[in-house]
Structure formats: C-alpha cells, structure tokens
C-alpha cells in the first residue's frame, strides 16, 4: 500500500502537454490543455457540459490521441496501473459481481484462486462481500456502482480516473459514495482525477479543482482545496466547506463566462 | 366459495374483498392461458368432424378426426419411421446451421475483408428460393443425405448468421473501453466480451432456424423424392395423395406440425436456462 505524501512534496506521475484535440467536424474539444498529475492528487475536473472533461480523461486514458501536444507518464504504464470508472457501472451482465471484479486480473492471465483475496478485500471495502455471487441485475444503481469502484482498484492502480460516477444516483447515496471513495484513495494511496459538474462534490472531494470552460474547451483556472484529509459529514457543514464552495462557485461562474 | 380457498402473493390467507377478487382474477388468468387453446382446438375437432358428417363428404375428400386418428394410430410403423429421418436431417441441419452461420458471423467479425467478399453471396443464398435450388444441387450432389442437409442448411445459416453478427457488434462500448484500458487481446475480446454479449441475440436466431431447417428438410425431401435414404414424412405426404389416402396425409402432417412445436419449445428452454440468470428478457416482471 503506498501513503498518500504530503501537498507540497508529490512526485509526478504524468504530464498533459499543451494537448488540442479537434474532432471531424472542426469541433475543438480540447485547447491548449496542460495539467501536471501528482501521486496521492485528488484532482476534480470541474465545468459545464461539453467542456471537454470526458475528452480530457479519455486521452489520458490513452483511448484516443491528442490532435497535438502529449500526455507523458513518467515510467511507462503498466496493465494495472490505471483504473476506470465510467458514469455508468459498466458491468457485465452475464458475470457475478466477484467475476466482474475479477476482470482485470483475467486479462492479465492470472488465475482466480491466486488473486481471490484481492477480490474479496475490494469488496469488502466497498461493503459488497456478501454480494460476491450475485447477478448485476440484481444490485441497486448505487451497488452497481460499488462494484465498479472495486474492479478499478482491485489492481491497486496508481492512477484512477473517473468520469460523473455518480452524477446519476440519488444524493444521499451520493454524500455516502463521496465518504467511502476517500477512504478508499487513502487506503490504497492512489491518485484521483474525477470529472463532475458539481461544485461541492469537487470541494468535498479534492484537493486540486481544474475549472474549465467550454467552445473551445480548455482550462480557465486551478483552485486549491486545503482543508486536510480525512474529510467526513462534519467537513460538510463546516464554515470552512461553505467559504471553498464559494471561490469555486466565484471560479466556475467566471469560466461560464469566459465562455 | 366451493374451489380450494384463495391465497394472496405470498401465501398468506386473503383477508379483504379487493385482495380476494385480484386473487381471483389471477387464478382465472392462469387456468385460461392452458384451457382455452386447448378449448378452442377440441371445439374445431368437432366443428371438423360435424361439417363431414352433416355434409356427408366421403373421407377421400375430406375425412374427419376419427378416420385421422385411425390412420396416425394404425400406420404409426411407417409415419414413426418417416418421422425419425425427417427428425434427423432436420436436427444434423440445424446444428450445421448453428456452426456454418455462427462461425460465418465470427469470422467476418474479425475480418473485414472476408465480410467484404462473402457476405453478399450469404444475402443471395438467403434470397433465393430453396425450392429452386433444390433441384440443381440433387444434380450435382451424389449422395440424397448430403443433398437433403445442404438444402436445409442453406434456408437455416442465414438467421443464426445475421442475428449473431448484430449480436457481435452490440457490445456497451464503455465496456469495450474497459478491455481495451487493460490491455486485452483480440482473443480476450472476442472471448470474454462479444461472444456473451452476441448470446441473447444468437438464441433468437437459432429459434428462427429450428422452425427454417425443418422447413428446408421437407422441401428437400420432396424434391429428392425417395431411393438410397428411405422416405421420409414429406414423401409419406406426397405418396398418400397420389393414393388419395387423405387421412395419411393429415396424419403425417400433424405429425410435421408437432415436430415443429416441439423444435420450438426446446430451443426456447434451452434459451431461457443460459438466459434467466442475466438477461432481462428472461425476466419475470409485474404488469
Ligand atoms: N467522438 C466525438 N466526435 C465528435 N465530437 C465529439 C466527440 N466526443 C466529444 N465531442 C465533442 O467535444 C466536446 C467536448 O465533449 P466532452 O468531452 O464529452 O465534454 P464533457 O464531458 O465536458 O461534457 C463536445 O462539444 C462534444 O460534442
Ligand atoms: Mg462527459
């Protein structure tokens, strides 16, 4: 398990590089993006619809490749090294949901029995292992979800990204997702960048928020969170909350209108 | 109330009047989803038989239920035996149909080009009339049995290979994503995501395929005529005409027709056993 360093003393772990990205169509989705990614950063990738945040994370995904500039990671990636989570649970229907979590191991080609603590500690940490044999199907929206945290960390990536995961679920099962995804990235040490349009999900959650604006998309300003970590329900009434949420609200209002 | 006492969803006794008619109109449902076709089918039974007796029309016209049912049990030797080879090109058709058509739908999947180059001589296969084709390939082809099979085989690949190259191109394209982030390989891919995925879609088109190899194995006896394989039903058909033994007739046709019924029913259970765990189609739901 690697521990998250303190603010000031991250290494990097990769670097976007002045990335455009124009699709058919001279729809430029991506200008002059440029964004230096921390071990143990919880980066939220904050702006309105068609900013270009899903574009951001699919390029650094490497499942498309930027028009110009780069994305450099500072050793070469791994299979492992990067986990996904997509606004919706992306799982096989066909599959338990211990299979399911299972999934990145079997590409690699490992066997089952040599990973099924891994398997069962993932979901234990997201309170699914008692749900291990059942069907997708037959899991709640919010559990769903569970399950797809656990398989993008059950490799203990260094690197998570996740695009509006939970932007379609119910708030209190969201506050509950937001409380648990912390503990998570504290226990495994990983690092975060995590796409959302709402402002206090990305104050709740990071300590790097990316604000951004669209046509063209790019990036308009970096707001730093500093309140410390660990952050629970009390860090969510908190006076200090409330003052990070407004410069955010200040900053994206100011993006929208750069716009 | 004189019948069993009505019980509510879960058992329990039904305590008031709006529980106890739902109750009622659920039983209702359920006994009239059984008795009615079976009502209906006796109710023309005797339609059947009363229009020949009324009418007086001599049985090599048409015959009524009770000289049918005399033929199906008094010649069942020779309809069971035209019925196992029917049964048997139908059935090898069909599995030939499943593994030309899905393993067609494969490779074109994975090879663009071979889609290219085939794919349009699947679509006039598919177009043309088996009934006319038939009497070319007993031309060129020796053996009856082989003759019989390819005719089947092409009415019978062309549903499994559509459906199943649907199927394979219907994967969630997050979850595409997914394998791709990890790394997978075309065989992974293939594998462990486009084949499940292409499953439902394949069951529906080897439902289709059953009912069409049984169908193309008919017609291919009837043009093969009999010599080297024995005869099968569609030639006890024809045969029993030419001797104006009508009931015959009838009688091997029921017999067709419950073969088919049967086909059907099979492959339907078998779809909803690799189905119920996962699909919604396999779903029971409310209303
Ligand atoms: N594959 C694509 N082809 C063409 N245009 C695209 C494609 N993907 C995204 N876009 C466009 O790029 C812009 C940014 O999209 P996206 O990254 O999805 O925004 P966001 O995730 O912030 O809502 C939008 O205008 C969208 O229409
Ligand atoms: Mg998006």
């Not at chain 1, 919706?88 to 599959?95: I, Q, V």
């Given at each position: 398990m690697r521990k998250v360093a303190p603010f000031d003393d991250r290494a990097e772990v990769l670097r976007v590089n002045a990335v455009d990205k124009v699709f058919p169509g001279?729809?430029?989705?991506?200008?002059?993006m440029s964004l230096s990614v921390r071990a143990g950063d919880f980066i939220s990738l904050l702006?309105?619809?068609?900013?270009g945040k899903s574009t951001a994370l699919r390029l650094i995904a490497g499942l498309s490749e930027p028009t110009s500039g780069r994305i450099e990671w500072d050793e070469p990636r791994k299979d492992g090294d990067l986990g996904v989570v997509f606004q919706?649970?992306?799982?096989?229907?066909?599959?338990t949901v211990s299979q399911n979590v299972y999934l990145p191991f079997r590409l690699e080609g490992k066997s089952y029995t040599s990973v099924r603590d891994d398997i069962l500690d993932a979901l234990k940490l997201v309170g699914l292992d008692k749900f291990?044999?059942?069907?997708?199907?037959?899991?709640?929206g919010g559990m769903k979800m569970r399950v797809s945290i656990a398989r993008a960390m059950v490799t203990q990536p260094k690197l998570i990204l996740m695009d509006e995961?939970?932007?379609?679920?119910d708030e209190i099962t969201r506050f509950k997702l937001n409380n648990d995804l912390l503990e998570m990235q504290a226990r495994i040490g990983c690092t975060v960048i995590f796409v959302t349009h709402s402002v206090f999900e990305s104050v709740f959650l990071s300590d790097r928020i990316v604000v951004m604006a669209a046509?063209?998309?790019?990036?308009?300003e970096e707001v730093r969170v500093d309140a410390p970590y660990p952050r629970d329900e009390e860090f969510r009434t908190s006076a200090e909350y409330a003052a990070h949420c407004r410069a955010a609200s200040k900053a994206l209002e100011h993006a929208m209108e750069a716009a | 109330m004189t019948d069993a006492p009505l019980t509510g969803p879960m058992g329990k006794p039904v305590v008031d009047a709006e529980e106890a008619r739902r109750a009622r109109k659920r039983k209702i449902e359920a006994t009239a989803r059984y008795l009615l076709p079976v009502a209906v089918m006796i109710l023309m039974i005797w339609l059947w038989d009363r229009i020949v007796v009324w009418n007086e029309i001599p049985h090599f016209i048409l015959p009524g239920p009770d000289r049918v049912w005399g033929s199906l049990t008094g010649d069942w030797p020779i309809l069971w035996d035209a019925a196992l080879l029917t049964g048997r090109i139908t059935l090898m058709a069909l599995v030939i149909a499943v593994v030309g058509g899905a393993g067609l739908a494969i490779l074109f999947n994975q090879s663009k080009m071979v889609e290219l180059s085939l794919y349009p001589y699947a679509v006039i296969l598919q177009v043309t009339p088996v009934v006319a084709i038939a009497p070319l390939i007993f031309i060129y082809v020796e053996s009856k049995t082989v003759g019989m099979l390819l005719c089947a085989w092409i009415v019978a690949f062309f549903p499994v290979l559509s459906s199943t190259t649907l199927g394979l191109n219907s994967v969630d394209h997050n979850l595409r994503d997914l394998f791709r982030i990890y790394g997978a390989s075309r065989w992974q891919k293939l594998w462990m995501l486009q084949l499940p995925s292409a499953l439902p879609y394949f069951l529906g088109g080897l439902k289709i395929a059953g009912g069409l190899s049984l169908i193309g194995a008919v017609v291919a006896e009837l043009v093969a005529?009999?010599?080297?394989?024995g005869t099968g039903l569609a030639f006890r058909i024809q045969e029993a005409g030419y001797r104006l033994n009508i009931a015959r007739m009838f009688a091997a046709l029921a017999i067709v027709a419950a073969m088919g019924v049967f086909i059907f029913a099979a492959l339907s259970l078998l779809s909803h056993m690799l189905l119920r765990k996962w699909h919604e189609s396999a779903l029971k739901r409310e209303g």
């Open positions: 001279d729809v430029q989705a991506l200008k002059d702006g309105p619809s068609g900013c919706e649970p992306t799982l096989m229907p066909w599959a291990q044999n059942s069907y997708p199907r037959e899991l709640s995961p939970f932007a379609a679920l046509r063209p998309g790019r990036v308009i | 005529g009999t010599g080297g394989v």
